[in-house]
């Protein structure tokens, strides 16, 4: 019996077992979805960066007020920041550069109207 030299690799198998387990990557992975509003915030000369908790007012461009990514009216935002403490909380606003301008200051007449002292304003330096 003679003997053949092994001079190539059969890549088949190899490729289809490579395929198999991308299916099967692709197919159990999950995706993360960022879900956040889009909002085109303003631009600002100085930043200063925030303490990770703070509670989140969005107003979007078109005048749609969320709270903590939560749509609600302006009525159900002065009820839940009445809930707040107006010394210890921080508020954040992020206000969409094209909304109405009478949107933010409702906004800003509430929180000081309650008392808040801790307010930024998000912006895009």
Do not use: H, W
Not at 31 to 37: H, M
Not at 72 to 83: F, R, Y
Not at 85 to 97: C, G, V, Y
Request: charged share 25%; aromatic share 8%; proline share 4%.
């Amino acid at each position: 019996m003679r003997k053949r030299k092994f001079t190539e690799i059969n890549v088949v198998p190899f490729i289809d077992i490579v395929l198999v387990l991308l299916v099967i990557v692709l197919a159990t992975a999950t995706f993360i979805v960022k879900k956040e509003l889009p909002v085109d915030l303003p631009k600002a000369g100085s930043s200063l960066d925030l303490p990770k908790k703070s509670i989140t007012i969005t107003i979007d461009s078109n005048g749609t007020f969320f709270y903590q990514k939560k749509r609600v009216t302006l009525e159900e935002l002065k009820s839940k920041l009445s809930l707040l403490n107006p010394k210890k909380d921080l508020i954040t606003i992020d206000a969409d550069q094209k909304s109405q301008f009478q949107k933010f200051v409702a906004v800003v007449d509430i929180l000081k109207s309650k008392g808040f002292q801790k307010i930024s304003i998000t912006t895009v330096k």
